[in-house]
């Protein structure tokens, strides 16, 4: 391995899901060895056409065949892991020693029925010059998740931008997802929303951007009951709403639920907001950004004037996190296992370092409804180390999407399982 491909892999790993490279790995070997149909003979030049579609058909379903068979053996060194997991010694299973990163599962996954249901939607064994892919892999993985929790699901968070609507836009009326939603809450599995977007106490504005939403469940007539187990967790886990009856949210002070949020005063909160402002204005001026710096009681931002690269908001959000935990005392730690608890994440189009996390968000929510980590699930689109969501892995079961249209997908298998 050269110097260069170090630092190299270095620069990138924020970038990279582990278990996804693990299991893109594994499947590119019948991918290179197999993918490409064998030569014809010369009998079989004379029946050409005929022997060329059965030859692919057979490829592609010998192809189909050990990509499932991966999926087992995976599945196998999950279910491996999650025994030496019960045991106390996780890092003892063969996945630990393959993939040292590796984090607890708290659902067997069956891995291998949901690739052969993606498979025969979007013919992944039929392709001869693009292997599995991290988005391929990402989607078996979610819906894997989604057949495992489907029959013991309490309790489903989302992300609100990027999952349940277009970035910094609202939930509009006609949003595809408001029927999904109501179905769960119908079916007595509550929903929460779980977002960045802190504006304290002020419910209006929650109501605002989930107008669309609100609306859906007053023309459905949802019942007091049903719409009870609505919820809005916003500023991370700082402000807790609930639907009430005439479909407007009401907001809970930290006192009506377990929480450790009262024990952090503005004494300690606003030092660590002083760093963490300091930090993105030094990102501001050594990169000569176009971009404003906004404060809030519990979070502070960086605002572009100008749309920024991808590179430049998590370098902000990088810079931000290691201030931080060097702040803290704890370079080496983890945002979640230090003192007072931070998310620095980049936002798509902006970046910002909130006090508290999502994992503290939907833990106070499991807390509330009496919701365990394998009935919960946390469906969002940031699971990177420079995302919000990844912090909910400790405490949920999790489904990575990308975009709306993604979530929707996953909804309606979620409906379709349910159903049956």
């Given at each position: 391995?050269?110097s260069?491909?170090?630092?190299?892999?270095?620069?990138?790993a924020?970038?990279?899901?582990?278990?996804?490279?693990?299991?893109?790995?594994?499947?590119?070997?019948?991918?290179?060895?197999?993918?490409?149909?064998?030569?014809?003979?010369?009998?079989?030049?004379?029946?050409?056409?005929?022997?060329?579609?059965?030859?692919?058909?057979?490829?592609?379903?010998?192809?189909?065949?050990?990509?499932?068979?991966?999926?087992?053996?995976?599945?196998?060194?999950?279910?491996?892991?999650?025994?030496?997991?019960?045991?106390?010694?996780?890092?003892?299973?063969?996945?630990?020693?393959?993939?040292?990163?590796?984090?607890?599962?708290?659902?067997?996954?069956?891995?291998?029925?949901?690739?052969?249901?993606?498979?025969?939607?979007?013919?992944?064994?039929?392709?001869?010059?693009?292997p599995?892919?991290?988005?391929?892999?990402?989607?078996?993985?979610?819906?894997?998740?989604?057949?495992?929790?489907?029959?013991?699901?309490?309790?489903?968070?989302?992300d609100?931008?990027?999952?349940?609507?277009?970035?910094?836009?609202?939930?509009?009326?006609?949003?595809?997802?408001?029927?999904?939603?109501?179905?769960?809450?119908?079916?007595?599995?509550?929903v929460?929303?779980?977002?960045a977007?802190?504006?304290?106490?002020?419910?209006?504005?929650?109501?605002?951007?989930?107008?669309?939403?609100?609306?859906?469940?007053?023309?459905e007539?949802?019942?007091?009951?049903?719409?009870?187990?609505?919820?809005?967790?916003?500023?991370?886990?700082?402000?807790?709403?609930?639907?009430?009856?005439?479909?407007?949210?009401?907001?809970?002070?930290?006192s009506?639920?377990?929480?450790?949020?009262?024990?952090?005063t503005?004494?300690?909160?606003?030092?660590?907001?002083?760093?963490?402002?300091?930090?993105l204005?030094d990102?501001?001026?050594?990169?000569?950004?176009?971009?404003?710096?906004?404060?809030?009681?519990?979070?502070?931002?960086?605002?572009?004037?100008?749309?920024?690269?991808?590179?430049?908001?998590?370098?902000?959000?990088?810079?931000?996190?290691?201030?931080?935990?060097?702040?803290?005392?704890?370079?080496?730690?983890?945002?979640?296992?230090?003192?007072?608890?931070?998310?620095?994440?980049?936002?798509?189009n902006?970046?910002?370092?909130?006090?508290?996390?999502?994992l503290?968000?939907?833990?106070?929510?499991?807390?509330?409804?009496?919701?365990?980590?394998?009935?919960?699930?946390?469906?969002?689109?940031?699971?990177?180390?420079?995302?919000?969501?990844?912090s909910?892995?400790?405490?949920?079961?999790?489904?990575?999407?990308?975009?709306p249209?993604?979530?929707h997908?996953?909804?309606?298998?979620?409906?379709?399982?349910?159903?049956?």
């Amino acid at each position: 391995m050269t110097s260069q491909y170090r630092v190299n892999y270095h620069l990138r790993a924020h970038k990279r899901d582990n278990l996804i490279e693990f299991i893109k790995g594994m499947l590119l070997t019948p991918f290179v060895l197999h993918a490409q149909p064998q030569p014809l003979t010369h009998e079989e030049q004379e029946a050409k056409h005929l022997s060329l579609r059965r030859r692919s058909e057979e490829a592609q379903e010998a192809n189909a065949h050990r990509y499932a068979e991966i999926f087992g053996d995976i599945e196998d060194l999950i279910d491996e892991h999650r025994e030496f997991t019960k045991q106390g010694i996780p890092s003892y299973s063969r996945l630990a020693k393959l993939v040292p990163s590796i984090g607890v599962f708290f659902t067997p996954l069956p891995l291998q029925h949901a690739f052969r249901r993606i498979n025969r939607r979007d013919r992944i064994s039929a392709r001869k010059h693009v292997p599995p892919s991290f988005n391929d892999i990402r989607r078996i993985l979610n819906l894997a998740q989604v057949m495992a929790i489907a029959p013991t699901l309490q309790l489903v968070t989302f992300d609100g931008d990027m999952t349940l609507y277009a970035d910094g836009q609202n939930f509009e009326q006609d949003n595809e997802l408001t029927s999904l939603l109501i179905s769960l809450l119908r079916r007595n599995i509550a929903v929460a929303i779980v977002t960045a977007a802190g504006y304290g106490d002020d419910s209006k504005r929650y109501e605002h951007r989930l107008s669309g939403l609100l609306k859906g469940f007053a023309a459905e007539n949802l019942t007091a009951e049903q719409v009870s187990r609505f919820y809005v967790l916003g500023g991370e886990c700082n402000f807790l709403f609930r639907c009430n009856a005439q479909y407007h949210l009401d907001y809970l002070d930290d006192s009506q639920y377990p929480s450790s949020l009262r024990s952090w005063t503005d004494l300690h909160v606003q030092p660590l907001l002083d760093v963490a402002e300091a930090e993105l204005r030094d990102c501001v001026a050594r990169m000569s950004l176009q971009a404003d710096i906004l404060r809030k009681p519990r979070a502070v931002g960086l605002v572009p004037r100008q749309q920024l690269t991808r590179e430049q908001l998590d370098e902000c959000a990088l810079s931000s996190q290691i201030a931080l935990l060097k702040f803290q005392g704890s370079p080496k730690s983890q945002p979640c296992d230090v003192p007072i608890p931070f998310c620095a994440f980049n936002g798509g189009n902006d970046c910002w370092v909130d006090i508290g996390n999502k994992l503290i968000g939907v833990s106070i929510l499991q807390k509330l409804l009496g919701s365990v980590p394998q009935t919960t699930l946390h469906v969002g689109d940031q699971f990177l180390s420079t995302g919000n969501d990844i912090s909910t892995r400790t405490a949920c079961c999790t489904c990575w999407i990308i975009n709306p249209q993604e979530t929707h997908a996953l909804l309606s298998e979620l409906e379709d399982i349910l159903s049956n």
